[in-house]
């Protein structure tokens, strides 16, 4: 069963935007703290940006005031607006429960490419 599917990636140009989705299971969304993470080949996968069920967001320093988390409740689905986009945002971008302890399986992400 797919619990998590990411889209909306892409090959964007410096100071350029993109709009991720991730559309989640029921099991994984209600009620939680949901997060996009981003990798990098060779390194961790890092926390972007997270948002409760109420709609409070937190942000990595990197993308304060450049992305914008939201979510929709009715859709069990979690968006990740950016802009600005830096090469540096360059990496797969995956959706999961914050908690780890309330995650499913990784889905298998979407490719934020950044690049003149």
């Known amino acids: 069963q797919v619990q998590l599917v990411e889209s909306g990636g892409g090959l964007a140009q410096p100071g350029g935007s993109l709009r991720l989705s991730c559309a989640a299971s029921?099991?994984?969304?209600?009620?939680?703290?949901m997060g996009w993470y981003r990798q990098v080949p060779g390194k961790q996968r890092d926390l972007v940006a997270t948002i409760t069920s109420g709609g409070e967001a937190k942000y990595r320093d990197s993308v304060k005031g450049r992305f914008t988390i939201s979510r929709d409740n009715a859709k069990h689905t979690v968006y990740l607006q950016m802009n600005s986009l830096k090469p540096e945002d360059t990496a797969v971008y995956y959706c999961?429960?914050?908690?780890?302890?309330?995650?499913?399986?990784w889905g298998q992400g979407t490719q934020v490419t950044v690049s003149s």
């Open positions: 029921g099991s994984i969304f209600v009620g939680n703290a």
């Open positions: 999961n429960a914050e908690h780890i302890f309330r995650r499913g399986s």
